[in-house]
């Protein structure tokens, strides 16, 4: 009888939700391009449409807001351009479509992932020009969720604009765009259970936005190429299920708490990040010193077992996280750290699963050294 597999890596990406299967299905079976007039053309739109409203209603955005782009990654390099470069502030912890899509000041946060809000302000008092800053809502690998209300606040006063990747807040936190006072906002379908491919930037009406994709006349001239329609049918019923999850998913704190709590008392040096800073009820990123990575990775995985390293867009390998070294972590201490997240279709038994095999490894790896 083989082991059941479980799946504990919903911030890398969930598994596709039966909504936006049959979405994609039934998306597939239309034959017409959403840019042509004719009636088989109307019903791509029509569907294109439709998803760009769901969209638009998780976030309370206008679906005219609403640029759809291949994915987060995109819809991030898409806002960063917005002022062709100039006066970018990104904080340390960004992903690395923020990090690596332009040459910005660095913002530090402490140790529990919160951006200093002293040094920000700063920042934007030396600041020439319009300063345009971009700092995520909740941190992909930590799941610590940044003031962003407070952020907006600052940025609006020094007369700059703000750019957050909500990725990982939308379906975990509720997100109201006006509220959190951005200016633009970026998602992605494959974190919400939709497919892969589709992804959108939200762009509040009367802010600036460069198209870094031309040759048509698609997204209102500001992301140029055919809609991958079935693609964006998928992200739309994703998003329509949200409602649902927020429901399903009042446990996880209670989950993720006595998960930890077990952990520690398993395993008492070991550290959990963010702990004492608002997070993501369904996070948890900890590392053990006598445990690196690699070894845990491979093991849980023998196990059946996915859980996360960190970020998962670093080409597959094992290193430490720029996050938590930005956190103050030892760099030994910040490569041994694992990142379990939870989803629409986990269970409190999978965690309990992870507890059993993890205490296995680090029992063993324990034994070994004392033996040693």
Not at 26 to 53: I, K, M, Q, T, W
Request: proline share 4%; with cysteine; glycine share 10%.
């Amino acid at each position: 009888m083989t082991s059941p597999r479980i799946y504990l890596d919903y911030n890398a990406t969930s598994p596709l939700r039966e909504e936006s299967r049959a979405a994609v299905g039934a998306a597939l079976d239309l034959v017409g391009n959403p840019s042509s007039v004719h009636g088989f053309g109307r019903e791509a739109r029509r569907a294109v449409e439709a998803a760009r409203e769901a969209v638009a209603a998780l976030v309370g955005a206008a679906p005219a807001e609403v640029v759809f782009t291949s994915g987060a990654t995109e819809a991030n390099n898409l806002a960063l351009g917005a002022l062709g470069g100039r006066g970018l502030l990104t904080s340390a912890i960004e992903h690395p479509s923020v990090l690596e899509a332009a040459d910005a000041g660095r913002l530090p946060v402490d140790a529990q992932g919160r951006v200093d809000l002293t040094v920000l302000q700063s920042q934007l008092e030396r600041r020439e020009g319009q300063a345009f800053v971009s700092v995520m809502l909740a941190n992909n690998e930590t799941g610590v969720v940044q003031p962003i209300a407070e952020i907006s606040a600052l940025v609006k006063a020094a007369g700059g604009l703000l750019h957050c990747d909500a990725v990982q807040a939308v379906g975990r936190l509720p997100v109201d765009m006006a509220e959190l006072g951005v200016d633009y906002l970026s998602l992605s379908s494959h974190k919400l259970g939709g497919p892969k491919g589709a992804g959108a930037l939200i762009v509040r009406e009367g802010a600036p936005l460069v198209a870094q994709q031309r040759g048509g006349g698609q997204e209102r001239r500001l992301r140029a190429g055919t809609e991958n329609v079935p693609a964006i049918a998928g992200f739309g019923a994703a998003c329509r299920a949200i409602d649902r999850d927020f429901a399903e998913g009042a446990a996880f704190q209670s989950w993720r708490d006595r998960f930890e709590d077990q952990l520690l008392a398993i395993a008492p040096e070991t550290r959990i990040f963010g702990r004492e800073a608002p997070r993501l009820a369904n996070t948890s990123c900890f590392a053990n010193p006598f445990l690196p990575a690699e070894t845990q990775l491979i093991a849980l995985d023998l196990a059946g077992i996915a859980v996360s390293s960190g970020s998962a867009c670093s080409s597959g390998k094992v290193s430490a996280s720029h996050v938590l070294l930005a956190m103050g972590a030892e760099p030994a201490l910040a490569g041994s750290a694992l990142r379990v997240s939870l989803g629409w279709a986990s269970r409190e038994a999978d965690l309990d699963c992870f507890l059993e095999a993890w205490g296995r490894l680090y029992k063993g790896n324990m034994d070994r050294r004392r033996a040693s």
